[in-house]
T-cell receptor, first 109, second 112 residues
Framework: DAKTTQPPSMDCAEGRAANLPCNHS???????VYWYRQIHSQGPQYIIH???NNETNEMASLIITEDRKSSTLILPHATLRDTAVYYC??????????FGAGTRLTVKP | DAGVIQSPRHEVTEMGQEVTLRCKPI?????LFWYRQTMMRGLELLIY????????DSGMPEDRFSAKMPNASFSTLKIQPSEPRDSAVYFC??????????FGPGTRLLVL
């Protein structure tokens, strides 16, 4: 079973920041948090990952709480093309990568 | 880099037939994952390999499913006999060490 919980759906206005939360209260010390997204029925696409510190790349920012029990994916300026299902995953020490139900983000004009 | 390659992209078969799905991971990647996606169950991890050795097959639904990785550049997922409830999109993904997963385009399987 997935080690994360996410809201099933969220809406965001185009051009605004989209903040997607994820709870992973049972995460272990050296397990990483990964975020992927899936557009329509394509294969999931990697977005970002982190361990303890906040991370930023060209797609998004990842904010991880100090106790590491939760994180937030931030899309700074959402576009219509960011409409997708977003998955938060905890990668275990033996590289187990199990997806939960994810959050369906709808970006509205 | 060609990315993860899966074949066939679409498969329609009749109940009871054997189905073989194929995957070529990205060259140099040492982990390979098989996932199944349905509306009801979402994206399920079936099995994954490290250096061609199965690490965890607890997600394989039943004995009708089997997966092999005879070498670093090829893996198969076989369903025998197939049933209508096996209809799904099957994804293969690979990674280098414990890095990010790269997914293939998927195989859309319909069992009539």
């Amino acid at each position: 079973d997935a080690k994360t919980t996410q809201p099933p759906s969220m809406d965001c206005a185009e051009g605004r920041a989209a903040n997607l939360p994820c709870n992973h209260s049972t995460i272990s010390g050296n397990e990483y948090v990964y975020w992927y997204r899936q557009i329509h029925s394509q294969g999931p696409q990697y977005i970002i990952h982190g361990l303890k510190n906040n991370e930023t790349n060209e797609m998004a920012s990842l904010i991880i709480t100090e106790d590491r029990k939760s994180s937030t994916l931030i899309l700074p300026h959402a576009t219509l093309r960011d409409t997708a299902v977003y998955y938060c995953i905890v990668r275990t020490n033996n590289n187990d990568m199990r997806f939960g139900a994810g959050t369906r983000l709808t970006v509205k004009p | 880099d060609a990315g993860v390659i899966q074949s066939p992209r679409h498969e329609v078969t009749e109940m009871g037939q054997e189905v073989t799905l194929r995957c070529k991971p990205i060259s140099g990647h040492d982990y390979l994952f098989w996932y199944r996606q349905t509306m009801m169950r979402g994206l399920e991890l079936l099995i994954y390999f490290n250096n061609n050795v199965p690490i965890d097959d607890s997600g394989m639904p039943e004995d009708r499913f089997s997966a092999k990785m005879p070498n670093a550049s090829f893996s198969t997922l076989k369903i025998q006999p197939s049933e209508p409830r096996d209809s799904a999109v099957y994804f293969c993904a690979s990674s280098l060490a414990r890095g990010r997963l790269s997914f293939g385009p998927g195989t859309r399987l319909l069992v009539l």
